[in-house]
T-cell receptor, first 113, second 117 residues
Framework: TQLLEQSPQFLSIQEGENLTVYCNSSSVFSSLQWYRQEPGEGPVLLVT?????EVKKLKRLTFQFGDARKDSSLHITAAQPGDTGLYLC?????????????FGKGTSLLVTP | GAVVSQHPSWVICKSGTSVKIECRSLDFQATTMFWYRQFPKQSLMLMATSNEGSKATYEQGVEKDKFLINHASLTLSTLTVTSAHPEDSSFYIC?????????????FGPGTRLTVL
């Protein structure tokens, strides 16, 4: 299993603030996904990055994949209460089971009005 | 995106009983599905890979005789927790690869909350 370190684990901020979540590994991934999960629900795919150095934007969310395809970051601009949730990064790598996702521990974000 | 459903969404059972959880791909076929377990305040842990028409592949530390997986068709995988005990209480989530397969994206079901009394 290839480990993904996510930081910070918990983040509580006020509406309007900016934040960055980091996802780091010593391993190279074929692709890396970011998911958002709300309590009692399954994760929902936000974005997939594949190319080293790739930057993707989804409204106020900016995702970046490191040049070496070992790390990624998620930046949220002007956070809103609706952004509250658990953010998970997951790296895709090939194993005996085929392509499986290795998840980071997640970042629990709370945005207060 | 692709839709994956799970049934039931929650279940409460007595210790020693077996519980079956279904995972269905609603608008696409999935030869492979994945089963995860998630404890409170923790991330998803891959339990096993379900393969249509063949045996499931279990991750290290997951008892295959306790967590029976059957991938009966291209749209259905089932996870049966046999002789459940309170420590098996958890949130069980399935996923299936879909969309651009080259990007290794997975779509997740809504999860099943299992509580063993």
């Amino acid at each position: 299993t290839q480990l993904l370190e996510q930081s910070p684990q918990f983040l509580s901020i006020q509406e309007g603030e900016n934040l960055t979540v980091y996802c780091n590994s010593s391993s190279v991934f074929s692709s890396l996904q970011w998911y958002r999960q709300e309590p009692g629900e399954g994760p929902v795919l936000l974005v997939t990055v594949v190319t080293g150095g790739e930057v993707k934007k989804l409204k106020r969310l900016t995702f970046q994949f490191g040049d070496a395809r070992k790390d990624s970051s998620l930046h949220i601009t002007a956070a809103q209460p609706g952004d509250t949730g658990l953010y998970l990064c997951a790296g895709s790598s090939y194993s005996n089971s085929g392509y499986a996702l290795n998840f980071g521990k997640g970042t629990s974000l709370l945005v207060t009005p | 995106g692709a839709v994956v459903s799970q049934h039931p969404s929650w279940v409460i059972c007595k210790s020693g009983t077996s519980v079956k959880i279904e995972c269905r791909s609603l608008d696409f076929q999935a030869t492979t599905m994945f089963w995860y377990r998630q404890f409170p305040k923790q991330s998803l842990m891959l339990m096993a890979t379900s393969n249509e028409g063949s045996k499931a592949t279990y991750e290290q530390g997951v008892e295959k005789d306790k967590f029976l997986i059957n991938h009966a068709s291209l749209t259905l995988s089932t996870l049966t927790v046999t002789s459940a005990h309170p420590e098996d209480s958890s949130f069980y989530i399935c996923s299936a690869p879909a969309g651009n397969l080259g990007r290794h994206e997975q779509f997740f079901g809504p999860g099943t909350r299992l509580t063993v009394l």
